[in-house]
């Protein structure tokens, strides 16, 4: 079982805003990751850390971190970014990587 | 640019090994460690280890320690997985992905290779 909590579906109206949640007590002591994967392909770094954007991932993309819960949000949802988004941060004795169980994003 | 390139896909029987490899190219590779993670229907995504390529320190997750080995040869920039006593329940697409220091920030994925363990 992931140390890692999210919402296992949200959707989002295109152009609107969406929050994706990731859950846990490791979370307030580790930043976490947060990762795109489309079918049939690797998943893809979308923002890490404090407030780490890889090259050529829209800014649309952005992370933040309250308490034990860590959030991903697309300001300006678009048609590509319907996928599966992973979190990932150490486990809560530092030692293991853990990934959230996914939330699978839908733009209406 | 920067690429990891895997082997194909295996079959193995339950109680084999596997060992999957992982070809880098586009940066310096001793500068850059390589986790593994894996990804089953079932399991989700899993986390099995880190290795330096510089010095060839490991970290293996504790589900895999005894039963995983992590290796590099830096003459041809490879990393390997190497995984024994398979299972069923190993079936999944095993992926390298670059990892700095071993905190577990994935900015590169190899393509993945699908591992099929059945008899």
């Known amino acids: 079982s992931s140390e890692l909590t999210q919402d296992p579906a949200v959707s989002v109206a295109l152009g609107q805003t969406v929050r994706i949640t990731c859950q846990g007590d490791?979370?307030?002591?580790?930043?976490a990751s947060w990762y795109q994967q489309k079918p049939g392909q690797a998943p893809v770094l979308v923002f890490s850390?404090?407030?780490n954007r890889p090259s050529g991932i829209p800014d649309r993309f952005s992370g933040s971190s309250s308490g034990s819960t860590a959030s991903l949000t697309i300001t300006g949802a678009q048609a590509e970014d319907e996928a599966d988004y992973y979190c990932?941060?150490?486990?809560?004795?530092?030692?293991?990587?853990?990934f959230g169980g996914g939330t699978k994003l839908t733009v209406l | 640019q920067v690429q990891l390139v895997q082997s194909g896909a295996e079959v193995k029987k339950p109680g084999a090994s596997v060992k999957v490899s992982c070809k880098a190219s586009?940066?310096?590779?001793?500068?850059?460690?390589i986790s593994w993670v894996r990804q089953s229907p079932r399991q989700g995504l899993e986390w099995m280890g880190w290795?330096?390529?510089?010095?060839?320190?490991?970290n293996y997750a504790q589900k895999f320690q005894g039963r995983v080995t992590m290796t590099t040869d830096t003459s041809t920039s490879t990393a390997y997985m190497e995984l024994r006593s398979l299972r069923s329940d190993d079936t999944a697409v095993y992926y390298c992905?670059?990892?700095?220091?071993?905190?577990?920030?994935?900015?590169?994925w190899g393509q993945g290779a699908l591992v099929t363990v059945s008899s």
């Open positions: 992905a670059r990892d700095l220091d071993g905190s577990g920030v994935f900015h590169y």
């Open positions: 586009g940066y310096t590779f001793t500068a850059h460690g």
């Open positions: 290795i330096s390529t510089y010095s060839g320190d490991t």
């Open positions: 490791s979370l307030r002591r580790y930043y």
């Open positions: 850390g404090k407030n």
């Open positions: 990932s941060s150490r486990d809560s004795s530092g030692t293991d990587v853990v």
